[in-house]
């Protein structure tokens, strides 16, 4: 038999920073947040499907019981190289190996272990989502008890900050286990995200456009010349709304080796970037999560940034 302690158990062994059990009813209490952004239109078609439809596991394992959340620290510090002005940013969610790649493959170890301690008869059967379905991630993770959400939009967990990935799955088998109660906000009266945010995303009563966030306009394929003035740093994702948040401040760092990175690939050369060719490219960012956009739009954005900051090389 799997038990609570038996799946924590294996998810420290293979480094997973935390996990969490939830209930598959659907999602009701996220429904009115989720359904109010799609109704005033704030959905940037990088979401799946309809509010109702996400909100349903079983639209996506019929077979689902239950499910398991986990958590994994991405935070690596930011401490910048001194000639940081002539250089350009990726955001610290692209650092390092794809989070999509790592967490499904922390996923599949975890239940390759927890199926090895059960007979074949009595394997589990599952399914690992990262990121790459309707289901709502966050939502799972604050169901889970693993975190509030933030003015900035965030999870934030009260140990790792929100510089942190979800992984969910769901079981056809139900293993027992200790439910939470979901965490009130904690932000109280700090605005430090909504005043630090380039766009003015974030607003008033935990309101947030995506079509207005960098980092969505750094993987949008057409950018209005409105839109351009905010291409200052990022080549791709912004960090700017987790920096200075009190919650990530003094965080440790991740202890996954896949997504350690040097100086040059958290921030590249200019240089670099608009004479790479399709094999620089490849090698040096495809296997990133700022891979999936390709070239053109990386080259695109850092010609941007070059002409808002009037360097000429
Ligand atoms: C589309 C998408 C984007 C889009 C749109 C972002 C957005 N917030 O909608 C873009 C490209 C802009 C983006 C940016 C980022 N993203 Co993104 N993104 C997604 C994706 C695929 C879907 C998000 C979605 O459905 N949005 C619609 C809204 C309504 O859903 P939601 O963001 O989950 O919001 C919930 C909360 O807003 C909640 N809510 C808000 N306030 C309150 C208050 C209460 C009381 C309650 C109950 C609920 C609640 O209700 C919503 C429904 O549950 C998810 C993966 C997934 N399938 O869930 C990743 C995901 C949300 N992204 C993630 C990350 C890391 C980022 C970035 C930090 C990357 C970066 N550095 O650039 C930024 C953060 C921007 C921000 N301030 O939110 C992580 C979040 C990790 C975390 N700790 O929160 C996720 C979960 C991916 C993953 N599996 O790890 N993203
Ligand atoms: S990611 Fe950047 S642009 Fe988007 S909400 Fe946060 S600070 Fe604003
Ligand atoms: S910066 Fe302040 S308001 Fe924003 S998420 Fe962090 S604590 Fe909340």
């Known amino acids: 038999m799997v038990t609570e302690q038996i799946v924590k158990n294996c998810a420290n062994l293979l480094g997973i920073d935390k996990i969490g059990f939830f209930s598959v009813e659907p999602l009701q209490e996220c429904y009115e947040k989720l359904n109010e952004r799609y109704q005033k239109g704030h959905v940037t078609g990088f979401e799946r499907d309809v509010p109702e439809k996400r909100i349903d596991y079983h639209q996506y394992f019929a077979g689902a019981k239950m499910g398991i959340v986990f958590l994994l620290n991405y935070y690596q510090g930011f401490e910048e190289p001194k000639d940081i002005n002539s250089r350009l940013k990726l955001s610290s969610m692209a650092w390092g190996q794809d989070y999509h790649q790592v967490l499904q493959e922390k996923g599949q170890a975890l239940m390759t272990a927890l199926n090895e301690k059960l007979s074949e008869a009595d394997r589990i059967e599952y399914k690992i989502f990262v990121d790459n379905s309707g289901l709502v991630d966050r939502g799972s993770a604050y169901r889970a008890g693993l975190g509030f959400f933030g003015k900035n939009n965030c999870l934030i967990n009260e140990d790792l900050g929100s510089f942190f990935f979800i992984g969910q799955i769901l079981l056809d088998q139900e293993i027992e286990f200790a439910t939470k109660t979901v965490k009130e906000s904690l932000c109280g009266a700090c605005r430090i995200c909504i005043d630090a945010c380039p766009t003015a995303a974030l607003g008033q009563n935990f309101s947030y456009d995506p079509r207005r966030c960098l980092s969505y306009l750094t993987q949008k394929k057409e950018i209005d010349a409105s839109e351009e003035k905010y291409f200052k740093d990022y080549l791709y994702g912004c960090d700017l709304c987790q920096t200075r948040c009190p919650f ?14 040097q100086h040059d690939d958290k921030y590249p050369w200019p240089e670099t970037i608009l004479n790479m060719s399709n094999r620089e490219f490849n090698s040096r960012f495809k296997k990133t999560s700022a891979g999936w956009r390709g070239k053109k739009n990386m080259v695109r954005n850092a010609k941007l940034i070059m002409k808002n900051r009037a360097i000429v090389i």
């Open 248 to 261: 990530n401040q003094h965080l440790r760092k991740t202890g996954e080796a896949a997504f350690l990175t």
